[in-house]
């Protein structure tokens, strides 16, 4: 398969997967009790909480939409497209080292489910950030 057929459907799916990570990201309100969780913040610090998942969500979808519809413009490399890839993909591969880093497998709540939907989230944060970044190397001709 070449590069640029592999890239093709890489692209694609990685829209597609933005929606996805969307879909877990609505349930982490109840997921993780967020109605009690945060009622010992104060009022001023639960709003942060609340639009700072806003916007990440906002961010999320534009992502998303942004990789379908200009999806041509990301294969043919054009600059502009290669910059959004660029901060996507380093979007994606800081959030990969903070999992990594920061965040502890002992903070995240117990039970089967969340073990594997934390397997299922970081191995596409992954696959974003191999995307997005590998697609700006290509076009950088690196490979």
């Not at 700072?52 to 200009?70: K, M």
């Not at 490399?77 to 800081?94: H, K, N, S, Y």
């Not at 992954?126 to 001709?141: E, K, N, P, Q, S």
Request: aromatic share 18%; with cysteine.
């Amino acid at each position: 398969m070449s590069l640029t057929r592999a890239f093709d459907i890489a692209l694609w799916l990685a829209g597609i997967g933005h929606f996805c990570i969307l879909g877990a990201s609505l349930q982490i309100p109840f997921r993780f009790h967020w109605k009690d969780e945060l009622a010992k913040l104060s009022r001023f610090n639960r709003k942060l909480m609340w639009v700072y998942s806003g916007f990440t969500l906002y961010v999320i979808i534009t992502f998303g939409t942004l990789t379908l519809r200009f999806h041509s413009e990301f294969l043919r490399g054009e600059p502009i497209a290669l910059g959004l890839a660029l901060f996507i993909g380093g979007f994606w591969f800081i959030r990969l080292i903070l999992d990594f880093a920061y965040y502890k497998n002992a903070d995240w709540p117990k039970g089967v489910s969340f073990v594997v939907g934390h397997i299922l989230l970081d191995s596409l944060f992954v696959a974003l950030t191999v995307t997005y970044l590998g697609l700006v190397i290509w076009h950088l001709d690196f490979l």
